[in-house]
C-alpha cells in the first residue's frame, strides 16, 4: 500500500504535505518537514519585499480549530527562492511548492517573471486567497479580476502553476470559478484556504488583535466546506487540472475522505501547528491503514469515487 502521487507530472512518496502559512516561514522551518514524512512542502506565501506581518496576538488555536490573522509575515521572495535552489543541489530529486502572491498585480508579475526567468524548477503555488491583509480583498472572490490575472500570467509563465482558493458556498459560484478556472493551463487548485473573517471569543473578549479579532478560521470548523469545494472542482475541472484538498485535516480518515472528494493531494495546516511534524506520520500511517482494510493499493483507486444516494 503506498500513498504516493504525482503532481503537474512530478511524482511524490506521499500525498500527505504542509498547508502554506504553517511551520514555512524560514529554512529551519522548512528543513524541519523536509526531513519528516511529508512527501514535500510549500513556503509561508512570499511577497516582493519581506514583511513583518499583522499585530500579535495574531494565531490563536481552539479545541475545535485555529483563527489567525497573520497578514502575511514572510522573509521575502528572495530569500525562499534562494532556499529553493540551494535544495536543487542538496535534493536534487525532489520537487517543491512556492507560494507566492503580490501586493498588487504589478507585483505578481514582477514574482512570476522572477520565477520564470530563474533555474527554480518546482510547482508555483499563487495565493489568490490572503484573508488578512486589512483593506485587499481576496482576489478569487472577484472572478473578473481572476481571469484576466490570469490570462496575463499564462502570456509568459510556462512552468507548473496552481491557485490557492478561497471557499465557495454557492453551486453557481462553483460552476462560474470553474468556468474561468478551465480556460487556463492550470496544474492545479487548492481547496481551500482559511474560511475568512470568523471571530472567536473568549469571555467576553476576541483572541487576536488584528481587524477586531476577524481572521481566518481553519482546522474541524472547516472540514465540511474543503470537502464540498474539493469534490465540486473535481466535477466541474478538465482532468488536467488536479485538485489539493486543505482544510480541517486530523487524521488518515479526514485525509482519506479529500482524496474520496478528488483530491490528488492533502495538506496539513492547524493539526500541523498543534501537533509539529509527527503529525504526517501519523496522518500517513492512518490512512494506509483504512487502505489495507478496503483493500486499496493506490490513492487512485478511490480518488474522486465518492458515492452518492
Ligand atoms: O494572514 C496570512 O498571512 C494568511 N492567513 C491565511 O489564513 N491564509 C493566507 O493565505 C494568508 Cl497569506
Redesign the pocket.
Known amino acids: 500500500t503506498s500513498t504516493k502521487t504525482k503532481i503537474a507530472n512530478f511524482e511524490f512518496d506521499n500525498c500527505i504535505m504542509n498547508a502554506?502559512?504553517v511551520l514555512c516561514y524560514d529554512k529551519d522551518e522548512l528543513a524541519k518537514i523536509l526531513n519528516s514524512a511529508a512527501g514535500t512542502f510549500v513556503t509561508?506565501?512570499a511577497t516582493l519585499e519581506p514583511r513583518e506581518?499583522?499585530p500579535e496576538p495574531?494565531y490563536h488555536d481552539t479545541r475545535l480549530g485555529s483563527i489567525?490573522?497573520?497578514?502575511?509575515?514572510?522573509l521575502g521572495f528572495d530569500y525562499y527562492l534562494d532556499y529553493l535552489l540551494e535544495l536543487k543541489k542538496t535534493h536534487p530529486k525532489r520537487t517543491f511548492f512556492f507560494?507566492l502572491?503580490g501586493m498588487s498585480q504589478n507585483d505578481t508579475h514582477t514574482l512570476l517573471r522572477k520565477v520564470q526567468e530563474s533555474n527554480f524548477d518546482g510547482i508555483t503555488e499563487l495565493?489568490l486567497?490572503?484573508?488578512?491583509?486589512p483593506g485587499k480583498p481576496q482576489i478569487a472572490y472577484d472572478l473578473e479580476t481572476t481571469e484576466k490575472l490570469l490570462t496575463d500570467i499564462f502570456s509568459y509563465f510556462k512552468k507548473p502553476l496552481g491557485i490557492?482558493l478561497p471557499p465557495y458556498f454557492d453551486l453557481v459560484h462553483f460552476d462560474q470559478a470553474a468556468a474561468v478556472f478551465n480556460k487556463f493551463p492550470l496544474s492545479f487548485v487548492n481547496c481551500v484556504?482559511?474560511i475568512?473573517n470568523g471571530i472567536i471569543i473568549e469571555d467576553e473578549k476576541v483572541v487576536i488583535k488584528p481587524k477586531n479579532g476577524f481572521?481566518?478560521i481553519?482546522g474541524e470548523y472547516v472540514k465540511p466546506t474543503a470537502l464540498a469545494n474539493v469534490h465540486a472542482f473535481y466535477q466541474r475541472l478538465k482532468p488536467s487540472i488536479q485538485i489539493i484538498g486543505t482544510g480541517g485535516i486530523l487524521s488518515g480518515r479526514d485525509a482519506f475522505e479529500h482524496i474520496l472528494c478528488g483530491a490528488s493531494m492533502v495538506q496539513i495546516?492547524t493539526t500541523l501547528h498543534k501537533e509539529g511534524v509527527s503529525a504526517f506520520s501519523r496522518i500517513t500511517s492512518e490512512l494506509k491503514e483504512i487502505m489495507e482494510k478496503k483493500g486499496y493499493k493506490s490513492i487512485e483507486e478511490f480518488k474522486g469515487k465518492l458515492k452518492y444516494l
Open positions: 502554506a502559512g509561508k506565501t506581518g499583522n495574531r489567525n490573522s497573520m497578514g502575511l509575515p514572510n507560494s502572491v495565493n486567497s490572503c484573508p488578512n491583509v490557492k484556504n482559511s475568512g481572521g481566518g481553519g495546516g
